[in-house]
């Protein structure tokens, strides 16, 4: 052991010479002090953005990567996803979209770091938090806690991902670009349920990272006692109190919420441009120098690696890159323009003294200066006034909710309330005009052994949780039968009662649907459901499927929470006054894991689905196909799979994730709207799309299309009409340009044209995009026609001035703007 890390250490520094003679990627020193993180002895402000690689696909990765350096951003961000790697004990896969290692390369060639965060619990929404659930069926195992099961694996798995970093020289003291890695993750959340082990544990985790001599800094987020030398660092979102508990730790913000995810039955979280920008400008005013977003692009959870349970095959997230990997806008020009600004000042920021001048009112003035430079924030924090300050003699309207950066103390250069970038509106946009003539064919899953016959695989005499199963599959069969005699058959009056954990169920009793039910992310435990059954004298089929949607990825020992159905399952039979109940949880149980249909790969192209008549709508348990034509051009493709009801949808054999757009939205609360970027950050604020589909539209990467035939294939658990569905291009609409008083506008439809201006004004105008008005004051010049010189191009930029528009009647202390709302075709 000691002698080969010694020869692993001496290739390393031979390596590492050969590579600095070649004139090839030299090691970078990353150091930290209380200030910054430090490159080669210079302290930097780092901008970082989370993008998982198994959210998209290998081909969108170099322009998702792309975007994110022009946004502005020093680094991408992502976690390990363990489950996916290592779906079983010791059986890798690093294929296709879990090539980190490639991730990781096209990132270095974008000329950007990475920061790894290999947890190797990660949560993110993501499938039991990324713990491979083969390990919970490990004899004797606890998970993150000081268990020696637990952290021999641990250790393993992440031995094993740092070793292929470091064969393939990815970290920075090789040459390479990770500049920060992660161990554990959020646990100083949790770390109080698990007792005095939670220290220890902990402490071993620094130990067993320090041990594996990576080069660079460690970092632990939410860890507000992390052991030296690990950083601790904050997640949130807003994060200008954090301090870390140590005075060599820089001030570092892992997770920048800038948005939220979303759970099936839950409305679209939309949080504001100007409320993130406030909080990355409160960040940097109080000393913060690194900052990521989570997410920078959400992207898609394919398949079934959707964590919860309940969380979306979205995870848009609400991110500067939407779903699809198009520009958010304005989010993404408005962070754009901050770093822009941030980075012009790196010296002073990171090397100046800092002074604060408080005005009240939650009013201050942060001065940084540096060899005789000085560089100024002005913050007002109250949610509802907008301040006048006073500052060497020059008086400053700070809006409420915002903060001013004056690059030399004396000009405003950004208010993170004052959006100059364009709003894009995104629209799905149909080849054939919305006419989805798809020609289907259909089989039923095979259901007759299941429900009649009940030898499964495993048999028990009590209930199993669903977790033994290893979670190849949503599905799990619960089987028994029950010999009712006539004194409680008699009644009229009997039902069944599962205690489920809220997933879904699906009750059969003598071959026949009787009923379902199924839960919401707020509300996913001990889900008791009731419904009227009629059994017969004599033998009784109960026949129960349990579907998982997503496992449970975050909280205290959230890896011990139940799944499939706890129990009991009771029959209940009343006559008159007496009720007698029947427990049948300590029956003969049998266990069908997963659905015939997944066995034989239905999902696949080559699969047969060959009945063409008699299309059934609205039948559970349904296996549809149909063969499509890509939407030509290169936009985004999306399936609109409205008319569904619930189940997972595949093209060409590639699963585009479970479906569920028949689970509606809540309704909005008053809170929602209109949106008021102002005040504190809550995922139900300024929330969209309430009472429609949680979710209508689902992702086709380009890569999964064919240029001929394609085939799409849904498994429909619930029952829908699939003639409704169909395949659409996601392009920019309609666009709203602003710009501030003296800045120049510009005006973008991304690979189309301008092809009419719908509004323009320059004063005073109110409202958002798609209902402007004029307020109180306006140009002399029409700026309705002024703009028409936009029409017929892709892009056009306007000063917002008086000098073109004219002089206007504006008084004192209105911000006078130009806004345009232009369509796109
Ligand atoms: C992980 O465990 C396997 C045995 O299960 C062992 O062969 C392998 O060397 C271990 N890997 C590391 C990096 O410790
Ligand atoms: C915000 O300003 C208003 C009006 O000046 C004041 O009444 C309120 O207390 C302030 N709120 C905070 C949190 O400072
Ligand atoms: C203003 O600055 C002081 C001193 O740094 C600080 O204690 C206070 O929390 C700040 N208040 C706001 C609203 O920024
Ligand atoms: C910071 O302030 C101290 C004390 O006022 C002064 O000695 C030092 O030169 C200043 N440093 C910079 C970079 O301005
Ligand atoms: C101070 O500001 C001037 C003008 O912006 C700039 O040229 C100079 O490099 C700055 N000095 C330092 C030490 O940042
Ligand atoms: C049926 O039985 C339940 C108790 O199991 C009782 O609450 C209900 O009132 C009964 N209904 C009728 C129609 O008797
Ligand atoms: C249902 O199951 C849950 C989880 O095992 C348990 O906590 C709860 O007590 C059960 N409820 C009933 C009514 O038995
Ligand atoms: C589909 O069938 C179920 C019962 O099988 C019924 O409750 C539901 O209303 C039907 N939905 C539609 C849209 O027809
Ligand atoms: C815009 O420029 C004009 C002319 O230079 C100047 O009078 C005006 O104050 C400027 N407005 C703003 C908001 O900077």
Same mark, same amino acid.
């Given at each position: ?183 554990? $993750? !959020? #646990? /100083?959340?949790?770390? %109080? ?5 939670? =220290? ?121 890159? $939407? !779903? #699809? /990997?198009?520009?958010? %806008? ?5 962070? =754009? ?128 949780? %669903? ?359």
């Amino acid at each position: 052991m000691t002698i080969s890390s010694r020869i692993c250490f001496i290739t390393l520094f031979i390596s590492a010479v050969i590579l600095g003679l070649n004139g090839r990627a030299s090691a970078v020193d990353v150091s930290h002090d209380g200030r910054a993180l430090k490159i080669d002895g210079e302290r930097r402000i780092i901008f970082s953005g989370s993008i998982h690689y198994p959210r998209s696909t290998t081909q969108m990765w170099p322009d998702l990567i792309k975007k994110a350096k022009e946004g502005g951003l020093d680094a991408i961000e992502t976690y390990i996803f363990w489950n996916a790697h290592e779906p079983v004990r010791r059986q890798y896969d690093f294929s296709g979209n879990l090539d980190f290692i490639k991730f990781i390369k096209t990132v270095q060639n974008e000329g950007l770091y990475v920061v790894l965060r290999i947890g190797p619990y990660v949560c993110a929404e993501w499938n039991y938090g990324g713990f491979p659930v083969w390990l919970h069926n490990m004899p004797g195992i606890e998970l993150r806690t000081t268990n020696e099961v637990f952290m021999n694996e641990m250790q393993n798995f992440t031995t094993l991902i740092v070793d292929m970093v470091k064969e393939e020289k990815l970290f920075a003291s090789q040459g390479g670009p990770i500049i920060l890695s992660q161990i554990e $993750n !959020e #646990y /100083g959340n949790v770390m %109080q349920s698990y007792g005095d082990a939670g =220290k220890a544990y902990i402490n071993w985790c620094a130990t067993m990272a320090e041990s594996l001599n990576i080069g660079v800094p460690w970092i632990m987020c939410q860890q507000d006692d992390a052991p030296q030398p690990m950083i601790n660092t904050c997640n949130g979102f807003y994060c200008h109190d954090f301090e870390p508990n140590n005075a060599n730790s820089p001030k570092m913000w892992t997770e920048n919420w800038l948005g939220w995810f979303k759970a099936w039955g839950n409305k679209n979280p939309s949080r504001p441009a100007e409320d993130v920008a406030f909080g990355v400008a409160r960040f940097f005013q109080t000393g913060g120098t690194f900052n990521n977003y989570y997410m920078y692009h959400g992207g898609t959870n394919f398949g079934r690696t959707a964590g919860g349970p309940y969380i979306t095959t979205t995870y848009d997230y609400d991110a500067p890159l $939407n !779903e #699809y /990997g198009s520009l958010s %806008q304005p989010k993404y020009g408005h962070l =754009k323009e901050l770093h822009d600004v941030l980075h012009s000042i790196e010296k002073i920021l990171t090397y100046g003294n800092i002074s604060t001048i408080q005005y009240g009112n939650s009013v201050n003035a942060t001065i940084y200066s540096y060899k005789g430079n000085s560089s100024c924030f002005f913050s007002n924090q109250n949610s509802t006034s907008d301040a006048r300050l006073k500052y060497e003699g020059v008086e400053y309207i700070i809006p409420a909710w915002s903060v001013s950066i004056l690059p030399d103390c004396k000009k405003e250069a950004y208010n993170t309330a004052k959006v100059n970038t364009q709003t894009s509106v995104m629209v799905k946009k149909s080849d054939d005009d919305g006419v989805n003539n798809l020609q289907w064919s259909w089989r039923g899953e095979e259901l007759l052994k299941t429900l009649h016959f009940e030898k499964g695989q495993v048999s028990t005499n009590h209930l199993l949780d %669903q977790k033994v199963m290893n979670d190849v599959s949503d599905y799990l069969w619960y089987m028994t039968s029950v010999d009712l005699k006539h004194d409680i058959v008699h009644s009229h009056n009997m039902s069944l009662r599962v205690n489920g954990t809220g997933h879904v169920l699906h009750v059969y009793i003598n071959g026949k649907h009787v009923g379902s039910k199924w839960g919401a992310y707020d509300t996913p435990d001990g889900n008791v459901y009731q419904t009227k059954v009629q059994f017969k004298k004599g033998r009784n089929q109960i026949s129960l499927l349990s579907a998982t949607v997503g496992l449970k990825n975050y909280g205290s020992h959230f890896d011990l929470v139940k799944t499939g159905l706890p129990g009991p399952v009771e029959i209940i039979s009343t006559l008159d006054d007496e009720t007698i109940t029947k427990d049948l949880s300590g029956h003969r149980w049998s266990y069908q894991n997963g659905l015939r249909g997944f066995d034989k790969k239905l999902f696949n192209p080559t699969s047969t689905i060959s009945r063409s008549n008699n299309l059934p709508i609205n039948r559970s348990m349904t296996w549809y196909k149909a063969t499509f034509k890509a939407p030509l051009g290169e936009e985004p493709v999306v399936a609109d799979l409205l008319g569904l009801g619930k189940g997972e949808a595949w093209v060409n054999g590639h699963s585009l994730g479970r479906y569920w757009p028949s689970y509606l939205a809540g309704s909005c609360s008053d809170d929602a709207k209109p949106c008021d970027y102002r005040g504190k950050y809550s995922p139900e604020k300024c929330a969209t799309g309430c009472e429609e589909p949680s979710q209508r539209w689902y992702h086709v990467p380009r890569s999964f299309l064919n240029e001929g035939d394609n085939e799409i294939v849904l498994f429909e658990e619930f029952g829908g009409n699939p003639t409704r569905v169909g395949f659409r291009r996601e392009v920019v609409g309609s666009v709203c340009g602003t710009a501030y008083e003296n800045r120049t506008m510009e005006l973008s439809c991304p690979g189309r044209t301008v092809s009419a201006v719908r509004f323009a004004g320059f004063g005073d105008v109110r409202g958002s995009c798609g209902n402007f008005r004029k307020g109180s004051c306006t140009s002399k010049n029409d700026a309705l026609s002024i703009l028409q010189e936009c029409v017929g191009k892709e892009r056009c930029r306007v000063e917002a001035s008086e000098g073109v528009f004219g002089s206007t009647d504006c008084e004192d202390g209105i911000w006078k703007r130009l806004v345009v709302e232009a369509i796109c075709s």
